[in-house]
């Protein structure tokens, strides 16, 4: 067995490590009960035991960023509806990339992916802009709810508010970039009105 201190190799009938005398007992992280070497899960609790030749866990990443802006995040955690959940009329704003393909077929990767990157941020502030959530990013588009998780009653006015300036940025957009081939954000939204 691999002392977890030292990391030297001992025989298998060791109690102690013969590099640093610490005890070769596994002590479960759960529960601290002693456990033979050789064990893979806790005879306690049946928690894993990570021993020098058994995987780590992958350590916790760093929060992925929001794409909720803190004001909106702010007010939907205060609704305590929002949080505990309730059947409501809701209007769903779809708004995608009007001839994607055709776009993005000639040009290289990363050129594509600027120019989402620009038509993802025209989408997300005129959706935002109406205290609209967005529910999915597609490849080239997004899904977007209003009315939920912060309920207003104008929520399909909000939604037609947002798909008109949706339209009028993808067409600053393409003005911006010299009208290159067809505009380089042309969205297209179709709001509709769903009860969810």
Do not use: W
């Amino acid at each position: 067995m691999t002392c977890p201190h030292c990391q030297r190799v001992n025989p298998t009938d060791a109690r102690f490590c013969t590099g640093c005398g610490q005890p070769l007992a596994l002590l479960c992280p759960a529960c601290q009960t002693s456990n033979a070497p050789d064990s893979r899960f806790c005879k306690a609790c049946g928690t894993l035991l990570l021993t020098a030749e058994s995987p780590q866990p992958a350590q916790p990443s760093a929060p992925a960023p929001s794409y909720t802006p803190r004001h909106l995040a702010d007010k939907i955690l205060a609704m305590r509806s929002a949080l505990e959940g309730e059947r409501k009329q809701v209007t769903v704003l779809f708004a995608d990339v009007v001839g994607f393909s055709t776009l993005a077929g000639p040009l290289d990767p990363e050129d594509v992916h600027a120019i989402m990157d620009g038509c993802f941020e025209i989408l997300t502030q005129q959706v935002h802009r109406y205290e609209g959530t967005i529910n999915q990013f597609t490849g080239d588009g997004i899904m977007a709810l209003f009315g939920a998780p912060l309920m207003h009653e104008d929520h399909a006015v909000r939604a037609l508010h947002a798909a008109l300036g949706v339209a009028g940025g993808g067409s600053a957009s393409g003005e911006r970039e010299g009208g290159r081939g067809a505009r380089l954000c042309p969205a297209r939204s179709t709001p509709g009105a769903q009860p969810f």
